[in-house]
């Protein structure tokens, strides 16, 4: 019998400012339990600070893989500002403290304990093995400094958009089929042709998209702001659609697997695929996960192109 296609439901949990991003977060999860399904959730730092008063969510979050979204996500330095220097090390050190740190969401400063602990520490005993860098936008001493703290899985390059492969103790999952999902027909569309050619399709999405106009961090786009603003929140008619949407697309998903065409099961293995990588692929990669920061911070940054050829020096010559 043919292999079965993978789908993985993934979300970005991140936006601390808007409380209505923890009403769509809960009823995400209502949905997944109802129509027994699984899914990632990549929660950043402050979330997971935010989210530990909540302990039904907690709970049912438990009942899911739980992945890292970075400590402070679009707060100044973000990862590709304070990684962007010339020794590779140094940024390697940097970024260990960052992300085992809380960060004053205002003024960016290390501020005690937070991060990836916060998780580890919230989500006890579960262990945290997944990553997605805000705005897929990863940088090499980061993830060698997150293997370390235990990350094995990253979800962020656009490495391989099929299967996982591994390289240097990570595997890389497949990149995202869904940037932005609206339930819209095309987007039913992309999802299905994705599903039909990849060995793995990995669906992402933004609840607090879901109920909000516009990006939470939007706030963050002109440097740290100097209080934490919220944004404009969808009409409650167009919540309602957009989470009708999405539980419809939960019911073909699960219709889909009853009928054993995908397995919607969250089982991160290691991947005995090796990549294979070339100059230009290394050149792609690095400029897929800087077009956040590029695009949101207007940051250009000066030394981790380097710090990619140098991650990858191993596999080309
Ligand atoms: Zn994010």
Redesign the pocket.
Known sequence: MAKLHKFLFTF?V?DFINQNAIYALQKILIMLQKHELTAIFFITGHMAEKIRNYPKIVAALKKHEIGY?SSS?SVHPTIPEYTDMKNYEKAYRIALERETSHINPLTGRIEGEGGICTLQDVFHPKKIQAFRA??MCWTPPLLEALNSLGIKYDFSSNLSLSEPVSYKRTTFYPFTATQRWNGTLYDYTCLLNSIRRHTITVFDL?PTLLVNQIEWDSIYYRGNPKMLRTVPQRPAKEIARILQKLEVLMKQIKALERAKIIDTRINLNASDKKTTITKEKIDNCYQTSMRWAINRFNYYPKFIKDHFHEFFCETYL
Do not use: A, N
């Open positions: 970005d991140e979204h996500h805000p705005g933004h």
